[in-house]
């Protein structure tokens, strides 16, 4: 479809996303390659974390292992201190006794403040010329103090000078060492000779000390003179020592101590001698390391090495506390690192696929929209209607658009209304003002509709019906107006001759009505003649039953009126007037039953019906001749207007007087006496029941002639209520006894009989009047009538 | 005095109708009742006129009525019909019954039997039967 010119036709328009933003959500793999790139990212960030927190810790790790060789040195360092203060006292006085070694022990509290030293004592050199004399001099020392006291040198030797412990303190876990020579063991000889040379403290290698069994223990040694000799606590090299103080120091309990004052984060062995060889193991904190020389994980490891006391002690150390995984996750840099990397990582994985998802659902909408756009052009175009928009901003609503079925339908009229300058009232509408009734429509609030008469370019014109509908913007104003105009044309001349059948269907609508009603009065005489059939049938079964019964009948009735004749002519002389109207009543009662059982007969009669050519007229008259009595007794005249020369009629002359004679009968005995019957008879012509003012009986679809009987009477005539009913079988208006109610009805059903109908009135001028009509030979035929046979 | 022959099988019918017609002085009357016993009864009886019952079992009156023409002994004697039919007319569509036959619808009172017999009773019986014939009352006014 072509645009319209006008501007402000395009519904919603979607904002377009920023460059930046369009240009990333266009590439859906990039998502992935941001993720991978974050992920990278952490992951390096992470391992620099990682390596900077290694580098601290083992910066941290080295200083750990100065300060626990610092503290080995420490407690080693109190220790020759302690040995000095002990020098000190012995060249502050020219003999030292036992008692003021035991005060100045007690006064360093060794127990508290060095627990590692388990043995403070003094080994006095001694040649063995004066070793008893000085044992004397001891034990009545210690006598006097109440403090035990050695009796000999152990272990006994030939040696000429003995190195013998004589003070030690504290003396109750000590005094097993009182009198042990100290050069009797190579190794603490050799340190006290070298302390005695060089008059600087001296240790020994490892020793079994016995304070401390099973721990390694050292001899720390300090050469002592005496006070005149040098100043106190030092001596002079070279010079002969008086004897040696000395301190049992238990190595583990000194790494016991840096232990608890450093922690177990770091391991640590002490070996004696410049390399760490198992075998020279003084002691250690935490786990034994020697099995992971070779081990090549990353934890920090290091061997540095102290000089004490000329003694070269070599350390191990090794960081328990790993600064691997469980560090690196433990570590608040690495994991933040690579946490905060992850989450922006899946942020920015996040934002970027979304905004994938976002342009690909959006481009989906936009393909479908556009496919759909497609379709409605293609149907607009396609379309056999004319499709139109207005522009409803300007006056006038010039056309912005027309399909080409509407410029086909205006043959290139309209062929301007892509400019947007022709109006739809310039369309070829040759009645404006009914055109204008679109407008009006329009901005009243309803759609616009109207068929009306178009003429196109060339001058034709044509019926074109014309539907516009609102176009209203978001804000619910109009902006145009897209119309539909169809060519009814055909549907109108469809109409028109629509119209016009209908017209002609009222018309047969009206025939067939009155031919309706024509054939319910037929079908009402059909019903009729059904139920007087049916009434018939019943009759012919009563009739049947009746002339069986009449037979045994009439025999007793017989026997009872003779024996009533016998009985009046045997009583003659002698019966009295009661008895003769007993006599009379008797025999009138007989002769009533046997007129009803007659009557009856005659009603039921299913004897055989034989129709001859016979003249009405001279029926009639013969059936006057057979009431001639009953006419005499009423005293009664008869008036006769019968036409001659009456076409023969096609009865049972016996049936056909019985029903003149019954007719005459009832007149009789309407008028009582002094009465006039009037009896008239004419030939009608007759061409299907029309031309006659009587019912259609059975003359319908005959023509022909018929006889028509009328018998008049001057008596009261009939009450309207029973004329419906004088034909009906035992209806009678008689008094009892008079009548059977099977007069009428007998001749009824010979009228039927005979193709006739007999009708009942009363007479304008007063009295019953009965009418009988009967065809003529002439008329035609009917279907024939059952025959009914007779019985005697 | 005639003589009538009743043909009835009607016992009572028939007995009152005999003592009726007697009983006026004027007719001997004999009664049959069986169609077979009424040729005998007539050449024995020579009546002036038969009383004759048209439905009857065994024979019909008709029957009996040829069976009596058909005799030239009595051949002659009239025939007047008693039925019990209810229309005189009917009776002649019975074999054996001449249309101008007399015929008399059951029932009828004594006067019009009287009456039907008077006009059609002969007024003598056959010479031929004369003799052996019962003999006549003299009429009675």
């Keep these: 479809m072509s645009p319209p010119n006008s501007s402000g036709a395009a519904p919603g328009p979607i904002r377009p996303p920023s460059l930046a933003v369009g240009w990333l959500a266009s590439r859906p793999g990039l998502a992935w390659v941001v993720l991978a790139g974050g992920l990278l990212s952490t992951l390096a960030a992470s391992l620099a974390a990682w390596e900077q927190r290694r580098a601290r810790d083992e910066l941290r790790f080295v200083a750990q292992t100065e300060y626990m060789r610092g503290a080995v040195a420490e407690q080693l360092n109190r220790c020759l201190d302690m040995l000095r203060a002990a020098a000190g006292l012995f060249a502050a006085s020219e003999t030292v006794q036992p008692d003021e070694w035991r005060r100045f022990a007690e006064g360093l509290g060794l127990e508290r403040n060095f627990p590692a030293v388990r043995a403070l004592g003094y080994a006095e050199k001694l040649p063995a010329a004066e070793i008893s004399q000085r044992i004397e001099n001891l034990r009545r020392h210690a006598t006097e103090n109440g403090r035990p006291a050695f009796a000999e040198v152990w272990p006994a030797s030939n040696r000429e000078t003995c190195y013998v412990v004589t003070m030690v303190e504290p003396l109750p876990r000590n005094w097993t060492a009182l009198g042990f020579d100290l050069a009797s063991d190579p190794a603490r000889r050799r340190a006290a000779d070298h302390a005695a040379e060089s008059g600087e403290p001296a240790m020994t290698p490892p020793l079994e000390l016995v304070q401390a069994s099973g721990s390694p223990g050292v001899l720390m040694l300090l050469a002592v003179e005496p006070p005149e000799k040098s100043p106190p606590g030092l001596r002079n090299p070279g010079s002969a020592p008086c004897g040696w103080v000395y301190a049992a120091v238990v190595v583990p309990d000194v790494l016991a101590e840096v232990e608890r004052r450093t922690g177990r984060e770091v391991a640590m062995e002490v070996f004696d001698g410049p390399a760490a060889s198992p075998g020279a193991e003084l002691g250690r904190v935490g786990p034994l390391l020697v099995a992971r020389e070779n081990d090549s994980s990353k934890l920090h490891q290091r061997e540095s090495r102290l000089t004490c006391c000329n003694r070269l002690w070599t350390f191990r150390f090794r960081a328990l506390s790993s600064t691997g995984l469980a560090a690196w996750f433990a570590a608040p840099g690495p994991l933040g690192a690579a946490s905060l990397g992850l989450c922006i990582s899946a942020m920015a994985f996040m934002v970027f696929r979304t905004l994938s998802e976002t342009r690909t659902r959006a481009e989906a909408i936009a393909r479908r929209m556009t496919a759909e756009l497609q379709l409605l052009n293609q149907a607009v175009e396609s379309a056999n209607d004319g499709v139109f928009i207005l522009d409803a901003a300007q006056p006038d609503w010039p056309i912005l658009y027309t399909n080409p079925a509407f410029q086909r339908m205006f043959e290139g009229g309209p062929s301007a209304s892509r400019s947007g300058h022709t109006s739809l009232r310039l369309c070829g509408a040759p009645d404006e003002t009914n055109l204008a009734v679109i407008p009006a429509q329009l901005k009243a609030g309803s759609c616009g509709h109207t068929v009306l008469q178009t003429r196109r370019s060339d001058g034709s014109v044509f019926w074109a019906e014309y539907s516009v509908a609102p176009l209203r913007n978001e804000s619910g104003q109009i902006t145009h107006y897209v119309g539909i105009v169809e060519d009814v044309t055909i549907r109108k ?18 025939v067939l009505r009155a031919k309706i009603n024509e054939l319910k009065c037929s079908h009402e005489d059909l019903q009729r003649t059904q139920d007087q059939l049916i009434q018939a049938a019943k009759l012919e079964s009563v009739g049947t039953l009746a002339a069986s019964v009449a037979h045994e009948v009439k025999n007793p009735l017989q026997s009872i009126l003779i024996g009533l004749d016998y009985l009046r002519h045997r009583l003659r002389d002698r019966v009295d007037e009661p008895t003769r109207m007993v006599l009379q009543d008797m025999s009138d009662a007989v002769k009533r039953a046997d007129f009803i059982v007659r009557e009856l007969l005659h009603f039921s009669a299913n004897t055989s019906f034989e129709p001859h050519p016979e003249d009405l007229n001279a029926i009639l008259e013969r059936s006057l001749g057979l009431i001639q009595p009953q006419l005499c007794a009423s005293r009664s005249v008869v008036i006769r207007h019968l036409e001659t020369n009456l076409p023969p009629v096609q009865v049972d002359k016996g049936r056909i007087e019985q029903v003149f004679i019954n007719l005459f009968l009832n007149a009789l005995q309407a008028m009582s006496d002094h009465g006039t019957l009037i009896i008239r008879t004419h030939a009608v012509r007759v061409d299907g029941a029309a031309g006659l003012d009587l019912p ?27 004329l419906p009913r004088v034909f009906e079988p035992f209806f009678t208006t008689k008094p009892q006894g008079l009548g059977t109610g099977l007069g009428l009805a007998v001749a009824k059903r010979i009228l039927d009989l005979h193709a006739g109908w007999i009708q009942a009135a009363n007479a304008p001028e007063g009295g019953a009047l009965f009418t009988v009509v009967l065809p003529a030979c002439d008329i035609e035929p009917q279907e024939p009538h059952e025959t009914h046979s007779g019985c005697g | 005095m005639k003589r009538i022959l009743v043909v009835d099988d009607e016992q009572a019918a028939a007995r009152l109708l005999k003592a009726a017609l007697e009983l006026t002085g004027d007719y001997q009357a004999r009664v049959v009742h069986t169609p077979e016993d009424a040729l005998d009864a007539i050449r024995e009886f020579q009546p002036h006129l038969v009383l004759l019952d048209i439905i009857m079992p065994g024979m019909l009156g008709g029957d009996v009525a040829q069976a009596i023409r058909s005799d030239p002994a009595i051949g002659d004697i009239p025939i007047v019909f008693l039925t019990a039919a209810f229309q005189p007319h009917l009776v002649r569509e019975h074999e054996g019954v001449a249309p101008s036959d007399p015929c008399v619808a059951k029932p009828a009172d004594l006067a019009e039997i009287i009456r039907v017999i008077e006009r059609h009773a002969r007024r003598e019986p056959p010479s031929h039967l004369a003799s052996s014939a019962p003999p006549t009352p003299p009429p009675q006014p």
């Design chain 1, 493 to 510: 001349e469809a109409e028109e001759k629509l119209s016009r059948a209908c017209l002609e269907l009222a018309r047969i609508q009206e």
């Design chain 1, 696 to 722: 259609p009986g059975g003359l319908i679809g005959r023509s022909g002639t018929v006889v028509i009987v009328s018998v008049q009477d001057t008596g009261p005539g009939i009450a309207a209520e029973h």
